[in-house]
Antibody, heavy 123, light 107 residues
Framework: QVQLVESGGGVVQPGRSLRLSCAAS????????MHWVRQTPGKGLEWVAL????????FYADSVRGRFTISRDNSKNTLYLQMNSLRAEDTAVYYC????????????????WGQGTLVTVSS | ETVMTQSPDTLSVSPGERATLSCRAS??????LAWYQQKPGQAPRLLIY???TRATGIPARFSGSGSGTEFTLTINSLQSEDFAVYYC??????????FGGGTKVEI
């Protein structure tokens, strides 16, 4: 079955950087767009970024554009999120999620989620 | 940005009863709406997509309806495992993809 396993979370000071990874198995990773979605403690869900199956384009939430970079390595079945200039408001559980449709991203929603990795930005 | 508003924030229901959850979009999203269930300490799980299509393995007691700006998730004959937080998400007008604030279904 599909498994998505995030790693790389932790405690980091404001202004510093962190890179999250999401290892995928049980799916043809290279044929699906992938997303990062975050959830602040006790709060709701916020979509962060999307990368199509081939990495040809990238989409970001306004709150992270210019600071975060989504990327993927299809040879390693791995999704990444490079987070720079971190702020206290970036504190959240970060989930990677698979887009429900193969190939083209037309109407993106999420059919598989990882268990998440907690990022805490604090001095 | 399309703002998604869910109501109520919390819904108190007895096991075996019906729960009706609402989701409103600030502009039309056609039928491009998904519902997710999240239990404490777990990732969200896809329940409904296309406003009314159940995802794989989702019991028939879950049903979705609506189009445009008004949507409803109905859970018939609530089971103990259904007590959770439910989120709607629009995928018509993106980026960004946007979620509602969630409805907690409690006993």
């Amino acid at each position: 079955q599909v498994q998505l396993v995030e790693s790389g979370g932790g405690v980091v000071q404001p202004g510093r950087s962190l890179r999250l990874s999401c290892a995928a198995s049980g799916l043809t990773f290279s044929t699906y767009a992938m997303h990062w979605v975050r959830q602040t403690p006790g709060k709701g869900l916020e979509w962060v970024a999307l990368i199509p199956y081939d990495g040809s384009s990238k989409f970001y939430a306004d709150s992270v554009r210019g600071r975060f970079t989504i990327s993927r390595d299809n040879s390693k079945n791995t999704l990444y999120l490079q987070m720079n200039s971190l702020r206290a408001e970036d504190t959240a559980v970060y989930y990677c999620a698979r887009d429900a449709e193969q190939w083209m991203v037309v109407a993106p929603y999420f059919d598989h989620w990882g268990q998440g990795t907690l990022v805490t930005v604090s001095s | 940005e399309t703002v998604m508003t869910q109501s109520p924030d919390t819904l108190s229901v007895s096991p075996g009863e019906r729960a009706t959850l609402s989701c409103r979009a600030s502009q039309s999203v056609s039928s491009n709406l998904a519902w997710y269930q999240q239990k404490p300490g777990q990732a969200p799980r896809l329940l409904i997509y296309g406003a009314s299509t159940r995802a794989t393995g989702i019991p028939a007691r879950f049903s979705g309806s609506g189009s445009g700006t008004e949507f409803t998730l109905t859970i018939n004959s609530l089971q103990s495992e259904d007590f959770a937080v439910y989120y709607c998400q629009q995928y018509s007008n993106w980026p960004p993809l946007t979620f509602g604030g969630g409805t907690k279904v409690e006993i």
